[in-house]
Nanobody, 117 residues
Framework: QVQMVESGGGLVRLGGSLRLSCSASGSVNMINTMAWYRQAPGNQRELVAGITRSGAKDYADSVKGRFTISRDNAANTMYLQMNSLKPEDTAVYYC???????????WGQGTQVTVSS
């Protein structure tokens, strides 16, 4: 089993920045991809950005150029630097760890990000 714990959410004004962190513990060697998802009220959960253990990255079009995903494999921690935040970025942000065979997903409890206008 793998435990994922997010931190760093909060309230920020339009145009501001936040940095989210996600720490993995347990059987971390079974995890390849780590990713950030978000879910706003009334919406489905959507992929924000993902990163593999080797460092390959992917971003949703809506955050390209504003958000940066990174990962410290030695510390089993993933980060999401969010700049130029907009009200539409308001959501609960979830951390995901996915196994190498893509059969297992491990989710964090979520952290709230609120962007005020």
């Amino acid at each position: 089993q793998v435990q994922m714990v997010e931190s760093g959410g909060g309230l920020v004004r339009l145009g501001g920045s936040l940095r989210l962190s996600c720490s993995a513990s347990g059987s971390v060697n079974m995890i390849n991809t780590m990713a950030w998802y978000r879910q706003a009220p009334g919406n489905q959960r959507e992929l924000v950005a993902g990163i593999t253990r080797s460092g390959a990255k992917d971003y949703a079009d809506s955050v390209k150029g504003r958000f940066t995903i990174s990962r410290d494999n030695a510390a089993n921690t993933m980060y999401l630097q969010m700049n130029s935040l907009k009200p539409e970025d308001t959501a609960v942000y979830y951390c995901l760890g996915r196994s190498w065979d893509e059969e297992y997903d491990f989710w964090g409890q979520g952290t709230q990000v609120t962007v005020s206008s």
